[in-house]
């Protein structure tokens, strides 16, 4: 059974630093991705990473501020690191995973996590 689980979100002021993790059960995906989503709002694609750790690939809202990495020596994870947030960057975020080569469609995706919750204050 495929699992991810999200971790490392929290409360912080604009300008702040978050780093996310998501650890996975083993499974071999051709991609991973972070999504989040706002109350009110649908689900937006924020970065995604194909398996190896390479190409990793953006959403303009969080290009230059945002790096989507895998931990080499803790295969099974990969993080998130969020810096010069903003409250618009507020909102629940997921890990999901595909055996798709895919960017940052959510519907590509079939995996998903139970999300973690990233609150940024002005």
């Known amino acids: 059974m495929v699992q991810l689980m999200e971790s490392g979100g929290g409360s912080v002021q604009a300008g702040g630093s978050l780093t996310l993790s998501c650890a996975d059960s083993?499974?071999?995906?051709?991609?991973i991705g972070w999504f989040r989503q706002a109350p009110g709002k649908e689900r937006e694609g924020v970065a995604r990473l194909y398996y190896g750790g390479v190409a990793p690939y953006y959403a303009d809202s969080v290009k230059g501020r945002f790096t989507i990495s895998r931990d080499n020596n803790a295969k099974n994870t990969v993080y998130l690191q969020m810096s010069s947030l903003k409250p618009e960057d507020t909102g629940m975020y997921y890990c999901?995973?595909?055996?798709?080569?895919?960017?940052?469609?959510?519907?590509?995706?079939?995996?998903w996590g139970q999300g973690t919750q990233v609150t940024v204050s002005s």
């Open positions: 999901a995973a595909t055996e798709k080569w895919a960017d940052l469609d959510a519907t590509d995706y079939r995996y």
């Open positions: 083993g499974y071999t995906y051709t991609t």
